[in-house]
T-cell receptor
Framework: SAVISQKPSRDICQRGTSLTIQCQVD?????MFWYRQQPGQSLTLIAT?????????ESGFVIDKFPISRPNLTFSTLTVSNMSPEDSSIYLC??????????FGPGTRLLVL | GENVEQHPSTLSVQEGDSAVIKCTYS??????FPWYKQELGKGPQLIID?????GEKKDQRIAVTLNKTAKHFSLHITETQPEDSAVYFC????????????FGKGTKLSVKP
């Protein structure tokens, strides 16, 4: 597996502001992903963070709301823009190490007031 | 697209008893089935996975079975301990298609001492 860290671990934000979440891996990985987990719910894929090109977004998620950067093979950021209370969730990054297996970071717990 | 159903949503057992969580999937092309354990305040942790060329896989107290014909797979935990208390998620995807993990809604397992 890999050691994955996320910053911040939690935050409380005001509506209308933006928050950038960082994901750091201790080894180079090809695939990095961002998920949202709404309170008491399952995990939903937001996008695949591609190194050197734009992220690939899933249906229902758009770049203007969730811009993603992937400057190298060990780091990615997800920004939650113009936040509303509906954005209160856990945001998780994951990495793919071999074939289809994914490992998750500890998550960022976001509360929007 | 793929749809994964997971049952039960909550499960309470006495310490030492066995626990079984069941999932069904809809896409017959799915052939990779991981199970994740999520403790409170943490990210999902991969605990076991199975590929469709195998009917059963075991790792100490944890086992997973797969019935491709019926399109269902199950997690079995024997000799449960209080530290097994967590939310468990099943997922399904196609091999070599990272990022395409479809998750069940989760099962909250409580092990009473």
């Amino acid at each position: 597996s890999a050691v994955i860290s996320q910053k911040p671990s939690r935050d409380i934000c005001q509506r209308g502001t933006s928050l950038t979440i960082q994901c750091q891996v201790d080894s180079q990985v090809t695939m990095m992903f961002w998920y949202r987990q709404q309170p008491g719910q399952s995990l939903t894929l937001i996008a695949t963070a591609n190194q050197g090109s734009e992220a690939t977004y899933e249906s229902g998620f758009v770049i203007d709301k969730f811009p993603i950067s992937r400057p190298n093979l060990t780091f990615s950021t997800l920004t939650v823009s113009n936040m509303s209370p509906e954005d209160s969730s856990i945001y998780l990054c994951s990495v793919g190490l071999h074939q289809e297996t994914q490992y998750f970071g500890p998550g960022t717990r976001l509360l929007v007031l | 697209g793929e749809n994964v159903e997971q049952h039960p949503s909550t499960l309470s057992v006495q310490e030492g008893d066995s626990a079984v969580i069941k999932c069904t999937y809809s896409d017959s092309a799915s052939n990779y089935f991981p199970w994740y354990k999520q403790e409170l305040g943490k990210g999902p942790q991969l605990i076991i996975d199975i590929r469709s060329n195998v009917g059963e896989k075991k790792d100490q107290r944890i086992a997973v079975t797969l019935n491709k014909t019926a399109k269902h797979f199950s997690l079995h935990i024997t000799e449960t301990q209080p530290e097994d208390s967590a939310v468990y998620f099943c997922a399904a995807s196609k091999v070599r298609s990272q990022g395409n993990l479809i998750f069940g809604k989760g099962t909250k397992l409580s092990v009473k001492p």
